[in-house]
């Protein structure tokens, strides 16, 4: 009998990870979850409990332990990138980090963009930045996952990759609830704020970016690779679908040339191109298919 696969999963108690975790075991995988302790894991999972931050604490609390993947969830910056560089190089056989469609936030290309655009040997990194701190952190979102890329692509001994993240929506534990700010405004007939040139943006539901994560677990490929359905969505796209969940509601947008707007609103295109993924063999499904079940799953109706 094979020996079952040991894979690492770091932060993940949510959400993405929650279901990556779900069909890991399904698969026959040994799941390690390591976080902070704030939450259990899902049964089935061995807990550690480490600050991925402190890298003694860290280290001690994996031990002698080696995986043969890893899946860091929470990797935000290149300082928390270097870290897990020195802790994994010769301790698993690949990693995985999850990034995002937003390093691609200065790429405004009517085209869907390619993992070519970004690429991370070519990413200047500056560990001195003020990372620590959580408003800087999250306002400079984009640049620290490509920051956190170009300290592993830089890694001789590390075979990594980074699944750059469209847009989440469905399942109905959206914390985010950016679907369901649509619903109420759609709801209460009140003005939804989007850019008066409103461009689409690529998608992808959570059951399907979590099937492709553990895709991408069996899989061997390194470096950068887009994760996002087929088929860009607008603003417009996703209060029209809502609107027909909501008879009684009515889609009231109001065109801005600047001030703050809702989310899932954008002055420029975050379209990305799928095609290397699909090349190594993944079919994406249709934003437009899977809409519908995403609001429906954010009214409460599944």
């Not at 932060?11 to 704030?38: C, F, M």
Request: hydrophobic content about 40%; glycine content about 8%.
């Amino acid at each position: 009998m094979e020996k079952p696969r040991e894979v690492l999963v770091i932060g993940g108690n949510r959400y993405i990870g929650k279901r990556l975790i779900r069909r890991l075991l399904e698969a026959g995988d040994r799941v390690t979850v390591l976080n902070r302790g704030s939450s259990a894991p899902p049964p089935g999972t061995l807990h550690l409990v480490a600050d991925r931050d402190d890298e003694d604490l860290l280290r001690r609390a994996l031990g002698p332990r080696t995986f043969d993947v890893v899946v860091d969830q929470v990797c935000y910056t290149p300082r928390q990138a270097e870290t897990a560089r020195r802790v994994f190089t010769g301790r698993t056989g690949r990693y995985v980090m999850t990034s995002t469609v937003e390093v691609y936030e200065y790429e405004d290309s009517p085209a869907p963009v390619a993992e070519s655009a970004v690429d991370p040997h070519t990413v200047p990194v500056d560990l001195e930045l003020p990372w620590h701190d959580p408003e800087f952190r999250d306002s400079h979102y984009g640049e620290g996952k490509r920051q956190a890329e170009a300290v592993l692509a830089a890694a001789p001994d590390l075979p990594w990759t980074a699944v750059r993240v469209a847009h989440v929506l469905g399942g109905g534990d959206d914390f985010t609830g950016r679907l369901a700010h649509y619903a109420d405004r759609i709801r209460d007939r009140a003005p939804i704020t989007v850019p008066a040139a409103n461009r689409p943006a690529t998608y992808i539901h959570v059951e399907e970016i979590a099937d492709f994560l553990a895709w991408t677990v069996d899989a061997a490929f390194t470096g950068p690779v887009n994760a996002a359905s087929h088929t860009p969505l607008t603003t417009g796209d996703l209060c029209a679908e809502i609107a027909a969940h909501l008879p009684d509601g009515r889609v009231v947008l109001h065109e801005v040339e600047v001030g703050e707007t809702s989310p899932l609103s954008f002055t420029r295109a975050y379209g990305m191109d799928n095609s290397r993924a699909t090349r190594l063999g993944y079919a994406f499904g249709d934003a437009r298919q899977w809409l519908p079940r995403a609001v429906a799953e954010t009214l409460g109706e599944d």
